[in-house]
């Protein structure tokens, strides 16, 4: 600890460390005891991105869905008729003229939705620990769940169905206390077009269809009966908070934003398109006049949705498919969901095998040690009524939830790296849990250092119950006797500290300055310290100079900084000083003649001081001093 200062000065802080904070901390295992206690990783910054003339949403808008940790999936369709899967359409080559009788013609695999209760399938969702559901609204056959009004659409109003599930669900769902998510996909098998949208180049298909210059009117048809079925999604049905994206991209092949000339799937769509969308189907920004693109579309309507990146916009979080278990690093500085099926295919198909349960827990804990939220999916049948061996496998899922949801909800993973196959760990506000997989042996285990915080508690989060623990000098604690019987896919053990896992951002919230403001757009320095990376300070103009200061109150101990630039890739070279009382200043870390170009850069340093100023002093041709997040540590911490 150094000697306080006088009242004019401040001790000169060691920048020991400047790096970007995506780098991912290295993992203290138990075989490598350190001699002191090491400090905690950060949780690195996730900065919203720019794409196609949207931004991504903000951590305040996604933070129901990184706490929600698991959601319900649930893929019904046409499909779910002759019950082979939702690709039996694709994958038998099937006309459009002979799969529409699997809803028209009467058999043992008509689709009739006669026993269609959406409120079962919420309270299937509640029974297994979900958050939120998403329901196919429409998949790759094309056919919509609800009455659509364009012209050529194939939809559920149209006769013998008659219905409106899409209405139903998100009432049953919103009645249960759930978000409601819907499954959209802007391609359909039901358009010759969708594999030649230029009419020049026809691309292999199932169906034999071969280059004809009527396709390009084809897909332009298809794409405007997107346009108004995504908009009548986004304003029929009240608060859609999760939109859910499939099947960007053309003809199965490339990805999703190799498409995006065709959907458009941005803000504002080109006017000289070569693939226009008639007005009847178009809306525009109120601002500009310009015509809007489907994630404008979406947005205009349902400001706080979030949305999957498969429409070929980079989308709000990254999703991983499959039954694949996660492993490796936590997916850091991002949102990221991973969706499966228990079910074998995603739609309903007779006869396969449900996932077993260890399986299932497998995916799901790997998943949230990871900081990664779970999208699990069931298939109903033709009838609407989910297969009773499915909805026993997810009931053992909420059975877990209600005895260690604690460990799951609201957390993030970390504050350490997890061991492929062995253990992970999950933290939430001053406690941590250590989650132990089938692939761990013994009753005890050590984990990490746990820096200057002290330990306070050790229990079994099943039971409530204490359990025996040592800390040792370099601050990693012992704990045994470990009941690894009770719940063998994840014994769970929760460890209480004295103070936040996480160090906490002492300038948060604080009194802000600078030297100039941006205030037409609202760049304020207080959007620097109000804890959200999507807001920003910015200088009134492009010199060097300006500078942004904030109070922290009462004089601190200073650990170090984190700063979030406005932009990435860019040069800013800066100075961090430090003062006692706003009149003497003293330099903490010199970043003058900086030539990184990280967007988030962290100095570690030791200093006395109550107020903190970020002086910029270099800046490349076209940039303004603009600082999305300044935050000040009072704790020792590693990035």
Known sequence: MSEPPSRRTVLTGIAAMTVAAATSPALA??????????????????????????????????QWLQDAKLGMFIHWGVYSGPAKGEWYMENAAITPENYRKYV??????????????PADWAQLAKDMGAKYTVLTARHHDGFALWPSTHPNAWHAGQAPLQRDFVSQYVTAVRAAGLRVGLYYSPLSWRYPGYYDVRGTNCLPNKWGYVTDPAHKENARIM???VYQQVRELVTQYGKIDDLWWDGGWLGQQGTDADAAFFWEPGKFRDPSNEWPVDSAYSESDPATGKPLGLTGLARKHQPDIVSTLRSGWIGDFTSEEGGSVPSGAIRTGKLAEKCFTIGGT???????????FGNIMNILVNAWVRNMTCLLNVGPDRTGAVPADQAAAVRRVGSFLSTCGQAVYGTRGGPWEPVDGQYGFTYKDNTFYVHL????????????????????????????????????????????????TRIPEDSVVGVTLDRSVQPADIAAGKTATASSEETSKGNTAARAVDGSTATRWCANNG??????????????????TRIAWESAGTN?????????????????????????TSQVRVSVLSAQARYVRVTVTGLPSGAWASIRSLEVYDRPFSA
């Open 29 to 62: 295992t138990t075989a490598h005891a350190a001699s002191s206690p090491q400090p905690l990783p950060l949780l690195p910054l996730r900065i919203p991105k720019l794409n196609l003339g949207i931004e991504q949403q903000s951590d305040e808008k996604i």
């Open 104 to 117: 028209t013609d009467g058999s043992s695999e008509q689709f009739t939705a006669s026993a269609y209760r």
């Open 223 to 225: 794409k405007n009966e």
């Open 346 to 356: 995603w739609g309903y198909k007779a006869g396969a095998p449900v996932m077993s």
């Open 437 to 484: 997989l089938p692939g761990y042996s013994g009753t005890s285990f050590t984990t990490p250092s746990t820096g200057d915080a002290h330990v306070t508690r050790v229990f079994d989060v099943a039971t409530g119950t204490g359990l025996p623990y040592t800390v040792g000098s370099d601050g990693r604690v012992t704990i045994t006797g470990v009941n690894r």
């Open 543 to 560: 010199n060097t100079g300006q500078w942004l200061k904030v109070d922290l109150g009462s004089q601190k101990s200073l650990t170090g």
């Open 572 to 596: 800013y070279r800066y100075r961090i000083e430090g003062s006692t009382d706003n009149a003497g200043w003293t330099t903490l870390a010199d970043l003058t003649a900086t030539t990184d």
